[in-house]
């Protein structure tokens, strides 16, 4: 079928040029006549009543003037473009108008048909006692080891969850086939506090229990360094009662100290001094660069945690790395670079993939997306029994035979809560959104409550609004967010478990899989801008069978947007919770001067941010000048370090305490630096 036509410059069409115009003229008229006949002809068999286009059309001066708009002729235009839908076998005109038909997404056959979990709730240990439950009851558990039967004592769990019972059998077992036989690689949807980590480290632990040889055997993939260290302290409870030996990287400890941690060198020759290895994905590949004897050839284990963060763009390029690592280690030894120990090992080693398993509450339905991972003939195991309701199209309400088919074809396991949760919303205002929130403590007498907004920023005006306002009530708020460094960050948060805060305002960087024992309430300050930051957020109350209220605070704006996000997924926007307007009304006063605290620790850290900028130039001037630190006199050098000693001794996280008397604050530090950096000047 001929698309289109160029009409490009030759040779023989600029002699003729000079010569016989008029000629070529009448050619080229010649040839747009005979294509127009031959498409009336076309056009009478299919759409007899289409008016007929007339010579004069093709007769129009641009058309003899630029043979090359020849194309035109065949672009469709209304009466020509097909309007019944395109067979599907058919190539697709591109730029046509036609109706393109909607495609349905089909998922692959391990997603749409999930092995469900059964005894979605989860029931805390009292209560199924009371209940004479005692079928989950780790004694009656024949596949769990003895080691692991003291470690599970230790954490005082009486009973598995659901997503355990079926998760670590099917492991265990699926490990314990001989080769050839492979086990297939699991993807496990389970909601937020379900109990999802024990579910892959109990397995791990015991099969690689009575390993002979220490060598990295598991590797734990989460996205950030409080989730790593949670998981890790499960590892470490699980492997104390065995030889293994489990290891914590991330950017929070140095790269030296985690060098000599994991790897030993003995003569020429590396060995490993961990089993199994904890890690964010960004500490791995600095790892995978530069630690010598840092092998995993042997790896059995990957897990990933919190799966479908990972998987996002930013992290795409750890699986890289640790896929080029496994790749290049097997082809050295293949090639004889790295020598192995024996005929055996080389067989073992050689194309040897680990058994993945992939973990989350939100668990990614995109196969594009799973198929990064080259998961080896996956299933997936959902705790999620109910489908979510899909919007009827018909005004009776009744359901489409196409939402019906839409409806077998959503991934089941998607985007679940517990069922312990009751979610809420208040509907406020933007400018009292911080007293709404005082109020909504004060009234219902909110002791444990984590509260999200979404940015850093926020949170940071925030936690220092709400300090102001309950400055005088027993109520202690703070601020944690990824502004901070590391080891504020765990301060913080430590105090909150210890219960020396009562509530914490944090970004979305807190809002996953952090587990912080009875939290009660979770607030979202900000109506989450994405259905998966919501369902991690609210996860943080509700865990382990507890009961737990997420409520979110809405403008007018917001309401529309966040109910249609929370509707198509098949959730509702729950029931509405009101404040005393007079609580309000009484609040005000305080409210007010808060935010004038606010206004003038803002100016202020304007004021420091300009001074640092003046500081780190005249510094740089200075080294300029003295072309590199040796060359300073010892003036110089004094006035340096006078000037890096005073941005040290700067409060930049604790500006809201009231400094004692004769301690200076950070205006007279201002003052000493411009003073400095006038000296400097001269
Ligand atoms: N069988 C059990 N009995 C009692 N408590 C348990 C059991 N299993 C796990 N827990 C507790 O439940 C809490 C949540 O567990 P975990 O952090 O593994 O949940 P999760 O499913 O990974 O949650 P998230 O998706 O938010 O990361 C933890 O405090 C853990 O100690």
């Not at 002809?41 to 059309?57: G, I, L």
């Not at 001066?61 to 672009?75: I, N, W």
């Not at 690689?185 to 389970?190: P, Y």
């Not at 396991?413 to 312990?420: D, F, I, Q, V």
């Amino acid at each position: 079928m001929e698309l289109f036509t160029v009409n490009r410059y030759t040779e023989d069409h600029k002699k003729s040029k000079g010569s016989g115009e008029t000629a070529n003229e009448d050619a080229i008229l010649q040839k747009l006549l005979q294509k127009a006949e031959k498409r009336k002809r076309k056009h009478k068999s299919s759409e007899p009543e289409a008016p007929q286009e007339t010579v004069e059309d093709i007769k129009e001066p641009e058309a003899k003037e630029d043979a090359t708009q020849d194309e035109v002729e065949t672009e469709p235009t209304e009466e020509t473009a097909p309007t019944e839908e395109v067979d599907s076998n058919d190539f697709q005109v591109i730029g046509s108008t036609a109706k393109k038909q909607k495609v349905e997404m089909v998922l692959p056959a391990w997603l749409a048909h999930p092995t469900i979990i059964e005894g979605g709730n989860l029931i805390p240990d009292g209560d199924a006692e009371a209940a004479g439950d005692d079928e989950a009851s780790i004694k009656q558990l024949s596949y769990l080891e003895k080691s692991t039967l003291r470690a599970l004592k230790q954490m005082k769990i009486k009973r598995l969850f659901p997503v355990q019972r079926a998760v670590i059998p099917w492991v265990l077992e699926a490990q314990s086939k001989p080769e050839p036989f492979r086990p297939r690689d699991i993807c496990v949807s389970a909601p937020t506090g379900s109990g999802k980590t024990l579910a892959f480290a109990i397995p791990i632990v015991q099969m690689l229990a009575n390993r002979v040889e220490c060598k990295v055997r598991a590797l734990v993939v989460l996205p950030v360094a409080e989730l790593a260290l949670q998981v890790f302290k499960v590892f470490s409870v699980l492997c104390s009662h065995t030889e293994l030996q489990v290891c914590l990287l991330s950017k929070q400890h140095r790269l030296e100290d985690e060098q000599k941690k994991m790897v030993e060198q003995y003569k020429d020759s590396y060995y490993s001094k961990v089993d199994i290895v904890v890690t964010t994905p960004g500490r791995l590949v600095d790892h995978l660069h530069a630690t010598k004897g840092f092998c995993l050839k042997s790896l059995q284990f990957l897990v990933i945690d919190e799966a479908d963060r990972i998987m996002d763009a930013v992290f795409q390029n750890w699986l890289y790395h640790l896929d080029s690592h496994v790749r290049s280690t097997a082809d050295q030894l293949l090639a004889g670079v790295q020598a192995p120990l024996c005929y055996q090992e080389l067989l073992d080693s050689y194309g040897k993939q680990p058994h993945k398993l992939l973990f989350s509450a939100t668990l990614s339905q995109d196969p594009e997306k799973l198929q990064n991972l080259r998961l080896f003939q996956p299933k997936l195991f959902t705790t999620v029994l109910t489908l979510p309701k899909l919007q009827p199209k018909l005004e009776n309400g009744e359901q489409t035979e196409q939402d019906v088919q839409q409806s077998a074809n959503q991934f089941i396991g998607k985007y679940t809560t517990p069922a312990e949760l009751t979610e809420l919303h208040c509907l406020t205002e933007m400018r009292y959104k911080p007293l709404t929130l005082y109020a909504l403590v004060q009234q219902y007498g909110w002791k444990r409550f984590l509260c999200f907004t979404n940015s850093a920023d926020t949170a940071d005006r925030l936690g220092f609004v709400l300090s102001s306002l309950f400055k005088d009530t027993s109520i202690h708020v703070a601020e944690l967010s990824s502004k901070m460094s590391a080891h504020n960050r765990k301060v913080r948060l430590s105090q909150f478990m210890r219960g020396g805060i009562n509530g914490l305002i944090c970004s979305d960087a807190l809002a996953r899989g952090i587990d912080v024992p009875n939290v009660d309430i979770v607030v979202s300050y900000d109506a989450p801008r994405h259905i998966k930051t919501y369902i991690h957020r609210v996860g943080r109350t509700a865990r382990a069978g507890q009961k737990g209220t997420a409520v979110t605070l809405l403008t007018d704006q917001d309401q529309q947007q966040f109910k249609k996000m929370l509707n198509e997924v098949g959730k509702s926007l729950g029931d509405e919770i009101t404040t005393s307007p007079d609580l309000e009304l009484q609040h005000a006063g305080i409210y007010k001067t808060a935010l004038e605290g606010l206004r003038r620790r803002q100016e202020n850290q304007k004021k420091d941010q300009r001074v640092e900028k003046i500081r780190k130039s005249r510094k740089a001037n200075l080294h300029k000048q003295a072309g590199g630190a040796d060359g300073l006199t010892l003036m110089e050098k004094l006035q340096l370090k006078a000037i890096d000693d005073l941005a040290d001794e700067k409060p930049k996280e604790e500006p809201k305490q009231p400094k004692p008397e004769g301690q200076k604050g950070p205006k007279a530090q201002n003052t000493q630096l411009m003073r400095l950096d006038h000296q400097l000047k001269c």
